[in-house]
Protein backbone atom coordinates (compact mmCIF):
# COMPACT_ATOMS: atom_id res chain seq x y z
CA UNK A 1 0.00 0.00 0.00
CA UNK A 2 3.01 2.37 0.61
CA UNK A 3 4.38 1.90 -2.19
CA UNK A 4 1.23 2.55 -4.55
CA UNK A 5 0.61 5.48 -2.05
CA UNK A 6 3.59 7.25 -3.11
CA UNK A 7 3.27 6.68 -6.64
CA UNK A 8 -0.75 7.43 -7.00
CA UNK A 9 0.30 10.94 -4.41
CA UNK A 10 2.65 11.66 -7.08
CA UNK A 11 0.63 11.39 -10.14
CA UNK A 12 -2.45 12.93 -8.91
CA UNK A 13 -0.71 16.17 -7.28
CA UNK A 14 1.82 16.40 -10.25
CA UNK A 15 5.27 15.62 -8.21
CA UNK A 16 6.09 15.05 -4.42
CA UNK A 17 6.13 12.55 -2.63
CA UNK A 18 4.12 10.51 0.44
CA UNK A 19 4.59 8.04 2.63
CA UNK A 20 3.06 5.47 5.46
CA UNK A 21 5.21 5.31 8.26
CA UNK A 22 3.78 2.97 11.34
CA UNK A 23 3.95 4.56 14.85
CA UNK A 24 5.48 1.20 16.29
CA UNK A 25 6.85 -1.11 14.45
CA UNK A 26 7.28 -3.71 17.08
CA UNK A 27 3.57 -3.85 17.27
CA UNK A 28 2.39 -3.55 14.39
CA UNK A 29 -1.48 -5.12 14.73
CA UNK A 30 -1.98 -2.11 17.20
CA UNK A 31 -0.22 0.55 16.25
CA UNK A 32 -1.19 3.97 14.25
CA UNK A 33 -0.32 5.12 10.98
CA UNK A 34 1.23 8.41 10.42
CA UNK A 35 0.81 10.19 7.16
CA UNK A 36 3.34 12.22 5.62
CA UNK A 37 2.73 14.31 2.31
CA UNK A 38 5.03 16.76 0.75
CA UNK A 39 3.16 17.74 -2.17
CA UNK A 40 5.12 19.53 -4.79
CA UNK A 41 7.06 22.93 -3.75
CA UNK A 42 6.22 22.61 -0.10
CA UNK A 43 8.16 20.79 2.06
CA UNK A 44 7.75 17.51 3.91
CA UNK A 45 4.39 17.82 6.80
CA UNK A 46 2.40 15.62 8.73
CA UNK A 47 -1.06 15.41 7.10
CA UNK A 48 -2.55 17.53 9.88
CA UNK A 49 -0.62 20.68 8.15
CA UNK A 50 -2.02 20.31 4.97
CA UNK A 51 -5.36 22.59 3.62
CA UNK A 52 -8.52 20.96 3.02
CA UNK A 53 -7.83 20.28 -0.17
CA UNK A 54 -4.87 18.70 0.09
CA UNK A 55 -6.22 16.32 2.90
CA UNK A 56 -8.91 15.56 0.64
CA UNK A 57 -6.47 14.43 -2.62
CA UNK A 58 -4.20 12.83 -0.04
CA UNK A 59 -6.85 10.51 1.28
CA UNK A 60 -8.23 9.96 -2.22
CA UNK A 61 -4.43 8.47 -3.16
CA UNK A 62 -4.60 6.42 -0.09
CA UNK A 63 -8.14 5.14 -1.13
CA UNK A 64 -6.78 4.59 -5.01
CA UNK A 65 -3.47 3.33 -3.29
CA UNK A 66 -5.36 0.44 -1.50
CA UNK A 67 -8.00 -0.19 -4.30
CA UNK A 68 -4.85 -1.16 -6.40
CA UNK A 69 -4.46 -3.85 -4.67
CA UNK A 70 -7.70 -4.82 -4.03
CA UNK A 71 -9.95 -3.24 -6.88
CA UNK A 72 -13.30 -4.00 -6.16
CA UNK A 73 -16.04 -4.64 -9.04
CA UNK A 74 -17.74 -1.08 -7.67
CA UNK A 75 -17.07 1.80 -6.29
CA UNK A 76 -19.12 4.76 -4.76
CA UNK A 77 -17.13 8.27 -4.86
CA UNK A 78 -20.10 10.50 -3.82
CA UNK A 79 -19.04 14.24 -4.04
CA UNK A 80 -15.27 12.53 -2.78
CA UNK A 81 -14.02 15.42 -5.02
CA UNK A 82 -16.25 18.29 -3.09
CA UNK A 83 -13.04 20.17 -1.34
CA UNK A 84 -11.05 20.08 -4.63
CA UNK A 85 -10.62 22.92 -6.55
CA UNK A 86 -11.13 22.96 -10.78
CA UNK A 87 -7.53 22.36 -11.20
CA UNK A 88 -7.48 19.16 -8.99
CA UNK A 89 -10.56 18.53 -10.34
CA UNK A 90 -9.71 17.78 -13.80
CA UNK A 91 -6.72 15.93 -12.16
CA UNK A 92 -8.59 13.88 -10.26
CA UNK A 93 -10.95 12.85 -13.05
CA UNK A 94 -7.94 12.14 -16.01
CA UNK A 95 -6.77 9.12 -12.75
CA UNK A 96 -10.08 8.38 -12.78
CA UNK A 97 -10.63 7.37 -16.16
CA UNK A 98 -6.78 5.75 -16.38
CA UNK A 99 -7.98 3.82 -13.30
CA UNK A 100 -11.08 2.61 -14.51
CA UNK A 101 -9.55 1.14 -17.42
CA UNK A 102 -6.90 -0.70 -15.78
CA UNK A 103 -9.61 -2.02 -13.44
CA UNK A 104 -12.28 -3.11 -15.57
CA UNK A 105 -9.59 -5.05 -17.63
CA UNK A 106 -8.52 -6.93 -14.17
CA UNK A 107 -12.39 -7.94 -13.82
CA UNK A 108 -12.59 -9.11 -17.10
CA UNK A 109 -9.43 -11.28 -16.75
CA UNK A 110 -11.05 -12.23 -13.07
CA UNK A 111 -14.12 -13.61 -14.98
CA UNK A 112 -12.78 -15.59 -17.80
CA UNK A 113 -10.65 -16.89 -15.59
CA UNK A 114 -13.38 -18.11 -13.62
CA UNK A 115 -15.53 -19.39 -16.51
Keep these: INKNFGEVFSELFGGGKAELKLTDEENILECGIDIEAQPPGKKLQNMTLLSGGEKAFTAIALLFAILKINPAPFCVLDEIEAALDDVNVYRFAEY ?13 QQILCME
Excluded at 96 to 108: A, G, H, I, R, S
Design 96 to 108: LKKFTQTTQEQWK
